[in-house]
């Protein structure tokens, strides 16, 4: 199993849409991904660590594969599509990390 981590930086400036998001885009992304896809959570952050501190990211979308070439197979055909949502809910760019789900 793979996990997708789509990660928003909470940068000063930065906007986000959650509505937006969880309503339209993480949708079409179910949508088009369609049994590729074995799950998907959106956390929004709330805060660092330490008490009265920022949360590094402002929201972090998982997105669960049975394997790296299930989620290509799924996504590269699509991708343009996908990422030319993303102006319409932030105005920053994403971090994209692929990880092997160990436990």
């Known amino acids: 199993m793979i996990r997708v981590n789509v990660l928003y930086p909470n940068n000063p400036g930065s906007t986000f849409d959650m509505d937006y998001y969880l309503n339209k885009h993480m ?3 179910r949508e088009k991904m369609g049994a590729a896809l074995k799950g998907m959570t959106v956390d929004q952050g709330l805060s660092g ?12 979308a998982t997105l669960m594969f049975d394997s790296a070439q299930a989620f290509e197979r799924a996504f ?7 990422q030319a949502d993303i102006p319409r809910y932030t105005n920053m760019a994403p971090t994209i990390q692929i990880s092997e789900v160990k436990m």
């Open 27 to 29: 949708p079409m992304v």
């Open 49 to 60: 660590g330490q008490p009265g501190t920022e949360a590094a990211h402002r929201v972090i």
């Open 76 to 82: 590269l055909p699509l991708a343009g599509e996908i």
